[in-house]
């Protein structure tokens, strides 16, 4: 390998210095020894675009480096580094980036999610490396094994918990009881959750990166829009006590899955991704994330199963995974070589939300009189729903005093959870049992995975 003096620097540009921003730029600068003896070369930073150059910056920023031409800048530099996030003017510069043959990191899932092929499609025709570590559960290295470690395998599913806000929301509630709103409000006060938490709590910040992971992990393309998506916000205390009493944590899951062609009905193999609430059991490995940490469980054919667990979110972890993809493509720009390109080529349809194969767990107050837990058997059958088990409780205090509401007087309350079934049958089922008229209402409807 040469020495780092025997290569001319390589200039790196960083589009954006927010918390990630402001992290990558430490982490260049005090870290820059030891990054030019792994590459082969002194990474210089040569400028750092922001919307406003004259507010306030960590001291840690080199001032002088900063410059609200963004454009200008990436045209000057061998690495553009994107940690503004957002589409556009993201995707614009990226763009123009790779036109001028700069390699690209970046965090941007959103932008990933939404429009991923153009730009790796670009880097492809310009042969510069694209890198998005970052993009994915923050410090946990979760693209690159899937992209490049798992390549010689099959990977079968991929259970992710990428979003920090809301294992935080939900593991607040699960360990003191709180309900949703003021677990929200403390996820904020301790800035974990934005002031607006529309795109954690409602799960579009965990379908971006279900959508990448499911690309990277089924080499077919997911966009975001190909994400079936339920957020946290019907979320009940009840649903949380009621989870602990049956022996489960309620998390906020990505899922990507893989279902193989049928020969029998002649239905074609396809890819299922989802992100929704779903009870896990307590003896998943993932029942064991807590407050704000991500973990990605993976299901390979020969590997088995691997779990990959850390932070997924706060600067410096996401800037570790950003330098990196630095370090990568500055190693490529040294040596030569290049990271793997889109990898598109398997026939698999992208499957409708109500193909997805799960289990339910029905909580619901019926009439408490002979028959009826006959009458509500019946209607699964009739939609070929198999129960795996039911739960009439029969001590309302023991109840009340897990946290859990008694139902009204005459009426007994049923939890049925059911074996695996496609989701259009068991919300059709769920439906049916609605209408039934010793029903009094569906208390809840819960997803139970993992088993
Ligand atoms: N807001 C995200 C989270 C981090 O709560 O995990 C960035 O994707």
Avoid at 167 to 192: C, I, S, W
Wanted: net charge negative.
């Amino acid at each position: 390998m040469p020495s780092a003096e025997s290569h001319p620097p390589l200039r790196v540009a960083l589009l954006g210095c927010g918390v990630v921003g402001t992290q990558v730029a430490r982490l260049l600068t005090q870290q820059a020894d030891d990054l030019a003896s792994r590459v082969g070369a002194r990474l210089e930073l040569v400028g750092i675009a922001v919307r406003d150059a004259s507010a306030p910056r960590d001291p840690v920023v080199d001032r002088s480096l900063l410059t609200e031409d963004a454009e200008g800048l990436v045209r000057r530099a061998d690495i553009v580094v994107e940690v503004m996030g957002g589409i556009e003017p993201a995707r614009g510069l990226l763009l123009q980036a790779i036109e001028a043959r700069a390699a690209v990191v970046t965090a941007n899932k959103a932008l990933l999610a939404e429009d991923g092929p153009t730009l790796y499609k670009a880097a492809d025709d310009a042969g510069v490396d694209i890198y998005f570590e970052a993009a994915v559960a923050g410090a946990i290295p979760i693209v690159r094994p899937v992209r490049e470690s798992l390549a010689g395998d099959h990977v079968r599913r991929v259970l992710g918990i990428v979003n920090g806000t809301t294992n935080y929301v939900l593991d607040q509630m699960t360990t003191t009881g709180a309900d949703l709103a003021d677990a929200v409000r403390e996820a904020q006060d301790l800035g974990f959750a934005e002031a607006d938490p529309t795109a954690d709590v409602e799960g579009y910040d965990a379908a971006a990166k279900a959508a990448i992971l499911a690309s990277l992990a089924f080499h077919v393309r997911v966009s975001i829009d190909d994400v079936a998506r339920e957020g946290i916000m019907a979320v009940t205390a009840d649903d949380v006590a009621w989870a602990a009493h049956t022996g489960h944590v309620i998390k906020l899951l990505a899922i990507a899955e893989l279902r193989d062609a049928d020969r029998g009905t002649g239905r074609g193999a396809g890819v299922s991704v989802r992100v929704h609430p779903a009870l896990l059991p307590t003896t998943h490995p993932l029942a064991n994330v807590r407050g704000s940490f991500n973990a990605v469980f993976v299901e390979a054919e020969s590997a088995g199963e691997l779990m990959f667990y850390g932070r997924g979110a706060g600067g410096a972890p996401t800037a570790s995974a950003v330098l990196g993809d630095v370090v990568s493509a500055a190693r490529h720009r040294v040596l030569g070589g290049k990271g793997p390109q889109e990898s598109t080529y398997a026939d698999l349809a992208i499957l409708p939300a109500s193909a997805a194969v799960t289990r339910y767990q029905v909580r619901l107050d019926v009439d408490d009189r002979p028959g009826v837990l006959a009458q509500v058997a019946q209607a699964l059958a009739a939609h070929g729903v198999s129960i795996e088990a039911v739960r009439q409780p029969s001590a309302p205090e023991a109840v009340a005093a897990e946290g859990m509401q008694t139902p009204a007087a005459g009426a007994a309350q049923l939890v049925i959870t059911t074996h695996a079934a496609p989701e259009s049958a068991l919300a059709a089922t769920v439906e049916a049992v609605a209408a039934l008229d010793p029903v009094r209402t569906i208390t809840s409807v819960l997803r139970v995975e993992g088993a």
